[in-house]
């Protein structure tokens, strides 16, 4: 498409798209309680909105697990129709094979709006409501992981 300027613009995803193509890409997936997928990826994207993110935010939220999960392609991320901004929140809240959890959590604190997705992330994961339907052992385990994520990221507790 050209613009008045005759300069080529590229239209973004709308939030609709970028939440169809999410749920599309995690289809059949399922949580560690066994819920859909998609389910946290709309609680984040929700949590996201209610602590004050904007539209680049709750994208992110929507595509945050996929290139981790091999939903989506990081080839696919750098071609889609998404804000510079919104594919590095992806980029940064996507845990690398090997790396260190203080590394990770740098990457997250020092790219722009990239902590707000990783705690709505948090928050959710560690719902008491979810987390009480899994064994002990996985629960405890859990819980200490991503308090531990919380401390390097700077979050207060809980």
């Known amino acids: 498409m050209r613009g008045d300027t005759g300069a080529v613009t590229h239209t973004l995803l709308t939030l609709a798209e970028v939440e169809a193509l999410a749920r599309e890409a995690h289809a059949g997936q399922t949580d560690k309680a066994g819920r859909p997928y998609s389910e946290h990826l709309r609680a984040v994207a929700e949590g996201v909105r209610e602590r004050g993110g904007d539209d680049e935010q709750v994208a992110a939220a929507w595509l945050h697990d996929a ?48 902590l707000l997705v990783k705690a709505s992330d948090l928050a959710h994961n560690a719902d008491p409501v979810r987390l ?15 308090a531990a994520m919380r401390a390097l990221l700077g979050l207060p507790p809980g």
């Open 132 to 146: 009480a339907v899994l064994d002990e052992h996985t629960r405890a385990r859990l819980t200490k992981k991503y």
């Open 67 to 114: 290139v981790e999960d091999d939903a989506l392609s990081e080839d696919w991320l750098r071609e889609a129709a998404l804000s510079p901004r919104t594919k590095d929140i992806v980029l940064a809240v996507t845990k690398r094979e090997g790396e260190a959890p203080e590394s990770y959590a740098r990457r997250i604190r020092t790219t722009p709006g990239a």
